[in-house]
């Protein structure tokens, strides 16, 4: 007699895998930002081939790079005050709708034929100033979609996942669009792909959650700044983060260099180096998503770093396509493993009252540290060459990984009582 097992429906066995989906706000999130950001890496990567295809320069490569992240460093702390005092919900809403329309003014520009460097430089130094706002408040937007705060971990590791596989679907795409039909309709296609994550904000359900005191912005900011860099276990993480992108920026700022000199292609192949980067951050991030829990998840942090700067190195001695493509996916997935993991330990040490604000502080050295990073990758590769500035980066990422090791030792007793305090 046979018997009849029932399994349990996808969505549920999905659910079992990827807690964070099992709610509804964050489905909602997923979904939307997954296509928006599909748009955004064809944008950015649409952008970085147009200027040096206008100018042949490093430099100017470099200093487009670093004008559209600047703004990050001086205004993401600031704005995760104001993240702490107002509606996450609708300041996201506000601020992707900006995204939208300055993505439609590239496109006009580019698809017109009228577009120059200057306007490439003065439009990226507006979207970086737009992100600036934006990455800290979505980044702390994150637990306000969950009812349980056991999954945010789980989130987080979903998060960087959107990122990553949008980062394997949209370069190799947008190389093509570019090879075919030019860089304008990449800019149109990500103007569109807001819509998306613009319906999906609107459609939540958010319950009030309390905010900070509405004292002064600075006093607000003096209070965050002060409570991340005392606390030992967060300021450790937020100087691992600030010195692998600034010294790990060169493998990503460099790469058209390497894709139309170094390796003798095209567009489609500075796609398709993206995308292989996007492979390995996208198994990075499902390794960290499968994890139950962030118990001893720092002791990853030191090969993680230490894994980007050798990839880098060898990166910068190879010419064959095949086994750039292997190492830019070798460079993702450390790069991922490390930042995806001190996304994680910070959200999960933070007070909520203070959230917003050290997430400000984590953009800082996330996405602010890269236009430093972008303008000394440029400034290198003028003065000694491409490969030796991303050999000194690697060498560098190499460093910062021994400096966490260092300070791990250090601070044993503080991340041990961080985890027990958080029951992880």
């Not at 996450?88 to 496109?107: E, G, H, S, Y």
């Not at 934006?134 to 349980?148: C, G, K, N, Y």
């Not at 607000?220 to 002060?226: E, Q």
């Not at 005392?230 to 600034?246: E, K, S």
Request: aromatic share 10%; proline share 4%; charged share 10%.
């Amino acid at each position: 007699m046979s018997i009849n097992r029932h399994k349990p429906p996808f969505r549920q066995r999905l659910g079992d895998v990827f807690p964070a989906l099992r709610h509804r706000n964050y489905q909602l999130f997923f979904l939307g930002q997954g296509a928006s950001l599909i748009g955004t890496w064809m944008q950015g990567v649409a952008l970085s081939w147009l200027v040096y295809r206008l100018t042949d320069s490093e430099f100017l490569l470099g200093l487009t790079l670093f004008m559209s992240r600047i703004f990050t460093f001086p205004i993401a702390p600031f704005a995760g005050v104001i993240a702490d005092r107002t509606n996450r919900r609708n300041l996201l809403i506000a601020v992707q709708t900006l995204a939208m329309l300055q993505a439609f003014a590239l496109a006009a520009l580019a698809l017109t034929g009228a577009i120059t460097v200057w306007q490439i430089i003065v439009l990226g130094a507006i979207l970086g100033f737009i992100s600036a706002i934006d990455i800290p408040v979505r980044q702390s937007f994150v637990v306000e979609m969950l009812e349980d705060r056991n999954d945010l971990p789980n989130a987080i590791a979903l998060n960087s996942m959107l990122v990553n596989g949008a980062k394997l679907i949209g370069p190799p795409l947008a190389g093509l669009v570019v090879a075919w039909l030019g860089e304008g309709l990449c800019f149109l296609l990500n103007g569109i792909s807001f819509i998306a994550v613009i319906v999906a904000l609107l459609g939540m359900k958010i319950p009030r959650v309390p905010r900070t005191s509405a004292n002064r912005v600075l006093e607000n900011l003096k209070d965050g700044a002060v409570y991340a860099f005392r606390y030992a276990p967060i300021r450790a993480l937020l100087i691992l983060v600030a010195l692998v992108n600034l010294l790990g920026a060169p493998a990503m700022a460099l790469l058209p260099v390497f894709a139309k000199d170094i390796l003798g292609g095209g567009p489609h192949t500075f796609g398709f180096l993206m995308g292989a980067s996007g492979v390995g951050a996208v198994l990075a991030t499902l390794f960290l998503a499968t994890r139950k829990t962030a118990r001893n998840l720092h002791r990853i942090l030191v090969p993680g770093s230490i894994l980007v700067g050798v990839a880098m190195i060898a990166f910068a001695l190879v010419t064959n396509l095949y086994v750039s493509m292997l190492l830019q996916a070798i460079i993702g997935f450390g790069n991922m493993v490390a930042m995806a993991t001190c996304n994680t330990l910070i959200q999960t040490f933070v007070e909520d009252d203070k959230r917003g604000r050290v997430m400000g502080f984590y953009t800082m050295a996330f996405m602010g540290m890269m236009p430093f990073g972008s303008l000394l990758a440029g400034g290198l590769a003028s003065w000694l060459s491409t490969p030796w500035s991303v050999i000194i980066g690697g060498i560098g990422c190499i460093g910062a990984g021994v400096l966490f090791a260092v300070e791990l030792v250090r601070s044993r007793e503080a991340f041990k009582n961080a985890h027990e305090k958080n029951m992880l």
